[in-house]
């Protein structure tokens, strides 16, 4: 019987995440939005792949693709072709990442993050809504969160083979704490009853390729991206405070990674 790896386990789990979302309110806006995010991230995958030859996962292509969809706004029905192209430019420059822009084999930020604030600084379109990671699902009169039934049941059963807990965990416990004693107690609900938190530190904060391995650095690493998050829903509640916080973990791994390689030459 055939197991599905880590990474296309989370591929999976992201198109349900968003086919949740498109059985909750579908319409035209959002397969065009789908065309121009998942559709665009697969086509480039395999031009990029061609040119540059380099022997690239197609499901961590997906699961690029995806968090796009998810994070980046929607039209929504205005007919606002402008939000679409954000999404494009997200898109190209997510994908473009992670062919062509790497240091030392490595890439220093999450290619979606990277993206979507590429898209946020030089398109005024962009709208990061999260709208794929805080949904409802009305059944009736009833209204169930579907969106972070989801996330909780993918943390518990699905994030164990990532062996990523300490950053998640760490992530978690700093944010809750800061948001509680600089904000209040009724942010602190709205963003602990959200599924958006738990999307930011259990899918796009435990990128294997941006974030670390050992227990330690993870537990640093997490307290890095809780604390940022913190400082920056405090003092500005304009800039984009989730992707902000995953790029300052991201290149202060990065930094500690150089450090660990010069130390180790050096002892040699």
């Known amino acids: 019987m055939y197991k599905l790896k880590p990474n296309q386990e989370v591929s999976l789990f992201l198109a349900i995440l968003a086919i949740g979302r498109i059985a909750s309110n579908p319409s035209t806006d959002i397969f065009i939005h789908l065309a121009a995010s998942l559709g665009l991230s697969i ?3 395999y031009l990029f792949k061609v040119i540059s030859k380099k022997p690239k996962l ?9 968090i796009i969809f998810l994070v980046h706004n929607h ?9 679409t192209y954000a999404t494009i430019l997200a898109t190209f420059a997510a994908i473009s990442l992670k062919f062509f822009f790497q240091v030392k084999a490595s890439t220093i930020i999450n290619p979606a993050v990277f993206g979507l ?4 600084l030089i398109l005024p379109t962009t709208f990061l809504s999260w709208w794929g990671t805080n949904y409802n699902f009305a059944l009736g009169e009833q209204k169930i969160p579907l969106a972070l039934i989801l996330l909780a049941l993918w943390i518990i059963f699905g994030l164990k083979r990532w062996r990523k807990f300490p950053s998640l965990l760490s992530f978690l416990i700093v944010s809750a704490i800061g948001i509680y004693l600089g904000k ?14 738990y999307f930011l530190g259990a899918i796009m904060l435990i990128d294997p390729k941006t ?3 050992l227990k330690k650095d993870q ?8 604390l940022s998050l913190v400082l920056l829903k405090i003092f500005s509640e304009s800039l984009p405070s989730e992707l902000l916080a995953i790029t300052i973990a991201n290149i202060s791994f990065f930094i500690s990674k150089l450090s660990k ?6 002892a040699k």
Request: charged share 10%; hydrophobic share 40%; no cysteine.
């Open 75 to 83: 039209n929504f029905g205005t007919g606002n072709l402008g939000i």
């Open 184 to 197: 209040g107690l009724d942010t602190f609900s709205f963003t602990f009853t959200d599924g958006t938190i």
């Open 117 to 120: 604030l590429l898209s946020y």
């Open 211 to 213: 974030s670390p391995i």
């Open 261 to 266: 390689i010069a130390k180790q030459k050096r």
């Open 219 to 226: 537990l640093i690493f997490g307290t890095v991206a809780g």
């Open 58 to 66: 197609l499901s961590n292509t997906i699961t690029t693709g995806l």
């Open 43 to 45: 086509l480039l995958y």
